[in-house]
Structure formats: structure tokens, C-alpha cells
């Protein structure tokens, strides 16, 4: 009986550095804060909220949190997904590896896996909105029109567009044991 060889061709996330490089972690949690309050404030001033702090401090470290859960959900979205297909065609024809190094490593260089990764970002998008619309703005005073568009404001700027960015660009600068 022939036995057969699994390939798993893990999607490589902007995520691997946090766990490459645990510094990373001081770079990029105080940014995501930074753009979570940044959009936050922007937006219920464009809306003219008045009071915009007692709107935004007592709920932007839930929001935070949810956008980063939300990240982190989209990655293993994307991983687990594309694994999962890889392993249902064993063994993954050639045309289904180039499209997995696309999306693990540059996806702009395949329409597919281009798209692959606009799904996952969109879902992402929508679990951020989500949980924003309906856990983290639950106990501000705004009215329901203003909690969808900061809600909406929020999913749409702080999307995880890290996922497009091109991960070989940094495999030839990081070097793993």
C-alpha cells in the first residue's frame, strides 16, 4: 500500500512576525490603538457628536480588542480555509500551489488568490463592524444611525489590509532557527 505525502502550504500572514519577532508586538498593538481612536475620533466629528470623549474613551479599549480579534479570526479564516482545500486535493495539482504561494507570499501576483484574500479582508471588515455595532457601542449614548456609521467608519478603515502586503519581501530579511 502506497502511502500518501501531505504537503500543507501554510498562508503566511503579516501575524508570523509577532510570533518571529516577539518585539513586533510593542510596534504593533500601540499603532493598532493609535488608528482604532484615530478613526474613532475622526468620524463622531464629522458626524459633530458633541462630547466626542465621553463617546470614544469609555468604549475604544473594547474596540481595540474586538478589531484585533476580529484580525487575528481573518487570518486563521484564511489559513484554515486554504489548508483545508489544499488537503482535500491531495495531492494539490500545480495550478493550486502557485495559487497558495500567491496567497502565502504575494497575493498580486494571481487574480485567484487576490480574491482569496479580498474575501477574507471583507469578513474580517464585516466581523469588525459587527462587534463593534453590537457589543462595543452597545453602552454609549448614540443613537442607532450613529452607532451603524462609526461602526461602519471603523470596519472599513481598519480592515486588516496587511493581509495583501507582500510577505516575500521580508523572507530573505528574517532569518528562523
Known amino acids: 500500500m502506497k502511502k500518501k505525502s501531505v504537503k500543507l ?21 500601540p499603532a493598532n490603538f493609535a488608528i482604532d481612536l484615530l478613526v474613532m475620533l475622526i468620524t463622531l466629528k464629522c458626524m459633530k457628536v458633541p462630547n466626542i470623549r465621553q463617546h470614544t474613551f469609555p468604549v475604544i479599549f473594547a474596540v481595540w480588542g474586538m478589531g484585533f480579534l476580529a484580525d487575528i479570526l481573518g487570518a486563521l ?19 493550486w500551489t502557485e495559487i497558495m504561494d500567491a496567497v502565502s507570499f504575494h497575493p498580486f501576483k494571481n487574480i485567484v488568490a487576490f480574491l482569496i484574500v479580498t474575501l477574507f479582508v471583507i469578513l474580517t471588515a464585516v466581523l469588525i463592524f459587527l462587534a463593534n455595532y453590537f457589543l462595543c457601542f452597545h453602552g454609549i449614548k448614540l443613537e442607532k444611525p450613529q452607532r451603524k456609521r462609526l461602526a461602519l467608519s471603523l470596519a472599513v478603515f481598519t480592515a486588516p489590509y496587511l493581509f495583501y502586503l507582500p510577505t516575500e519581501w521580508f523572507l530573505n530579511r528574517v532569518s528562523v532557527l
Not at 501554510?10 to 498593538?29: A, E, G, H, K, R
Not at 489559513?79 to 486535493?89: A, G, I, K
Request: charged content about 0%; cysteine-free.
Open 9 to 29: 502550504y501554510n498562508v503566511i500572514f503579516p501575524i508570523w512576525m509577532l510570533i518571529i519577532v516577539p518585539t513586533t508586538w510593542l510596534i504593533v498593538l
Open 77 to 95: 479564516g484564511l489559513t484554515f480555509s486554504t489548508m483545508m482545500v489544499s488537503l482535500s486535493l491531495n495531492p494539490a495539482p500545480a495550478w
